[in-house]
Nanobody
Framework: QVQLAEFGGGEVQAGGSLRLSCAASGSIYSTIIMAWYRQAPGQQRELVASLNINTGGTTDYADSVKGRFTISRDNAMNTVYLQMNSLKPEDTGVYYC???????????????WGQGTQVTVSS
């Protein structure tokens, strides 16, 4: 059983910063990809940033957050972070942690999702 838990959401003024964290727990054999998604009210969930562990930590970002957001991983803590700087009102939404994991009890990767954390950026 694998679970993801997000922390660090909140409300900030435009131009401010927030740091989100996602802790993975459970019977994990290996982690292939960790990523952050977000969903604004009335919109579809979109990929914000991803970190490919299989390729040595290759990162990818949505065009709207390039240069402002940074995804990183703390191996010892089994945690992925999303540092968000220069926040804009359009960054408002629920942010979800996603991880593609091979469980200890299996041989194929499975996508796991956190419950989400609210980020609100005020004008």
């Amino acid at each position: 059983q694998v679970q993801l838990a997000e922390f660090g959401g909140g409300e900030v003024q435009a131009g401010g910063s927030l740091r989100l964290s996602c802790a993975a727990s459970g019977s994990i054999y290996s982690t292939i990809i960790m990523a952050w998604y977000r969903q604004a009210p009335g919109q579809q969930r979109e990929l914000v940033a991803s970190l490919n562990i299989n390729t040595g930590g290759t990162t990818d970002y949505a065009d709207s957050v390039k240069g402002r957001f940074t995804i990183s991983r703390d191996n010892a803590m089994n945690t992925v972070y999303l540092q968000m700087n220069s926040l804009k009102p359009e960054d408002t939404g629920v942010y979800y942690c996603n991880s593609r994991i091979i469980p200890s009890t299996g041989w194929v990767p499975i996508d796991y999702w956190g419950q989400g954390t609210q980020v609100t950026v005020s004008s």
